[in-house]
Structure formats: structure tokens, C-alpha cells
């Protein structure tokens, strides 16, 4: 899809961080934009800042894991629009170190946004673009997606990364005119470190849980590399040109790129995967 402007997109998590990035840079090509998310003042907040780039812009809380508030998600897009060109299945958590292990209540809320979310962006939306004829799908994954690790960010994540990859294969053999794009990025300067703020009681740690050393400084180090993370208007350049070149992959850090070499190495030779810590991912 070449030409952006006069189209609609929907963005998830468009209250903050890329989505809000993203919602402004489709603004800005002249679309319409319909940004949702679960925090109100900070999405009426977007809503203002979008507008003031001329196109009708619309907000909606929507708690993405909830797939009949996600459907009334899209027939709202669809019913004031008449169309949606371009959906980003962008909102995500991340879940804060627990000692017991990972407990079920944080595996199902982050589980619930970052992989139901976009199952139910899919479901939702999808059928009614392909009848459109055209349209993109971008899924924000992460690196998190091909990277090891044992929690259910990484579930989330490895899991969005194979069935928009999926999706990719069924839209192009389909022929529907549905381009797709799977964002993978690295550190990007956001507010996802604080993403317990959204968490369900379920989901947090024990009142008395005090985090080891080793907790504290995995903590303080992925902070400090967000922090000082790539602009979220630079990645939402990156997903601009690949949906007007439809291009799959949006990397926004080739050197965490390089390492998928020696993953995909050792798979192919049948080689016992590489053990790294959460520091070397600079
Ligand atoms: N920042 C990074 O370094 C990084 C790296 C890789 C991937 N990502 C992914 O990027 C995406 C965007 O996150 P961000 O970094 O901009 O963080 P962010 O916290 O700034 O933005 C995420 C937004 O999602 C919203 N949200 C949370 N739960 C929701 C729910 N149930 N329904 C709807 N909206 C919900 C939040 O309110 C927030 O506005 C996420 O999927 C995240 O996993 C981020």
C-alpha cells in the first residue's frame, strides 16, 4: 500500500510509547487514525496530540485481551471509517521478577495482551480488510521473539512472531492484497519498564517479595537500556517504509540481529543452543 493518505489505521496501545509514535505518524501522511488502550487520561491525551495533525482521530479504551471489547474495537473503526487500512497489534506488558518462579496469574495476563491481544486483532479485523481487498497488518513482536528466555514475556513474544509469520504465509497465498510486517524491536525508550502499573492483582509478585541482587541488577540494566533506547518516532519511521515497500521484518537493532546467526547455525547443525545472560543482549 503506497499511498497512506485519506486511509485509517488502528493502533493498540497507542496511549503511550511506539503506539503513540506511530498513531502520530500515520497522522501525518493524512490517515485517520483510531487509537486505543486502557489507560483513559493518557489516551485522551494522544487523542488531542494526533488531532492536531489535521485527520479525524478517534480514541477507544479497549483492554486487548478482552476479545469482545476488541470487536467492538473494529466495528467501530469500520462503522465511523468505512474501512481499515492499516492495524497495529502493538499494545504489550512485561512482567516484573517473582520468586515463585513465574506465577499462573502473570504467565495469563501477560499471555492475555501480548498473544490473545493479537489473535483477537486477527480475528477481529482481518476478515473485514481482506473483503476491502487491501490493507497491512503490523504485529509488534520484539527480540524477545527470537531470543531465549524462560517467562511468559518471551512465550508472548515467540508466539507473535510465529503466527505473523503465519499470517504472512496465508495472506500471500490467499492473494488477498493484505500486506504484513512483524516488528522485532531492541531497546526503545518507552514506558514498557513501568508496565506493572496495568497489572491485574493476579499478577504481582508477593507484597513481602524482595528481589535479589541478581533480580535487582537484571532490573536496573533493562531500565538503563530502554532508557536509553532508540526514539520511538525512529521506530515509527521503520514501520512506515515497510508497510509502503511491504517489507515483513522491522528490525530496529541489527546488532541483536547478528546474534540470530549463530541460533539459526546451530539449529541447522543439529548444535546444542548457546547459553547467554541478559547482560550480554547489548
Ligand atoms: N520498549 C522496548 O524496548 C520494547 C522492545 C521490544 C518490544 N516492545 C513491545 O512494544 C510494544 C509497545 O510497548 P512500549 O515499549 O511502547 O511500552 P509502553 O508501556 O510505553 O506502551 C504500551 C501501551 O500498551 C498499553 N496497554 C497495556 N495493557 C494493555 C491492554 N490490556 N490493552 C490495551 N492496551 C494496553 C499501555 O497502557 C501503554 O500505553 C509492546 O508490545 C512491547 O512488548 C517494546
Redesign the pocket.
Known amino acids: 500500500m503506497q499511498d497512506l493518505s485519506d486511509k485509517t489505521a488502528v493502533v ?10 506511530f498513531a502520530n505518524r500515520f497522522a501525518r501522511e493524512g490517515m485517520n487514525v483510531v487509537l ?4 483513559a487520561p ?2 485522551d491525551d ?1 487523542v488531542a496530540e494526533v488531532a492536531a495533525h489535521g485527520t479525524r482521530v478517534i480514541g477507544q479504551i ?5 476479545g469482545a ?1 476488541v470487536d467492538q474495537l473494529a466495528d467501530l473503526a469500520f462503522g465511523e471509517f468505512g474501512g481499515v487500512h492499516v492495524l497495529c497489534n ?5 512482567e516484573a521478577p517473582n520468586p515463585d518462579f513465574i506465577s499462573v496469574g502473570a504467565w495469563e495476563w501477560v499471555m ?3 498473544f490473545w ?1 493479537v489473535v483477537h486483532g486477527h480475528r477481529a479485523f482481518i476478515p473485514r480488510m481482506i473483503e476491502q481487498g487491501e490493507g497491512h497488518v503490523v504485529n ?6 527470537h531470543l531465549p528466555g524462560h517467562s511468559p ?1 518471551t512465550a ?2 515467540w508466539a ?1 512472531v510465529g503466527i505473523t509469520q503465519g499470517l504472512y504465509n496465508t495472506m500471500a497465498t490467499d492473494q488477498t492484497g493484505i500486506g504484513v510486517s512483524c ?13 506493572s ?2 497489572q491485574p492483582e493476579s499478577a504481582a509478585p508477593p507484597a513481602l517479595y524482595e528481589p535479589t541482587e541478581e533480580q535487582q541488577a537484571a532490573r536496573a540494566f533493562v531500565k538503563a ?2 532508557d536509553g ?2 526514539e ?1 518516532d525512529a521506530v515509527a519511521d521503520l514501520v512506515h517504509d515497510a508497510i509502503v515497500n511491504n517489507r515483513f521484518w522491522i528490525f ?1 537493532d541489527l546488532g541483536m540481529v547478528e546474534m540470530l546467526r549463530e541460533k539459526h547455525a546451530s539449529i541447522v547443525e543439529n548444535r546444542n543452543p548457546q547459553i547467554f545472560g541478559i547482560v550480554d543482549l547489548d
Open positions: 493498540t496501545g497507542a496511549a503511550s510509547g511506539m503506539g503513540r509514535a486505543s488502550d486502557i489507560e493518557k489516551l494522544a479497549t483492554d486487548v485481551a478482552d471489547a502493538n499494545a504489550g506488558v512485561a492475555g495482551v501480548n491481544g509488534t513482536a520484539s527480540m524477545a521473539g514475556y508472548s513474544k507473535v516488528l522485532c524491536p531492541g531497546w526503545v525508550r518507552t514506558e514498557i519498564a513501568e508496565a502499573r496495568n537500556a530502554i533506547g532508540m520511538p530496529t
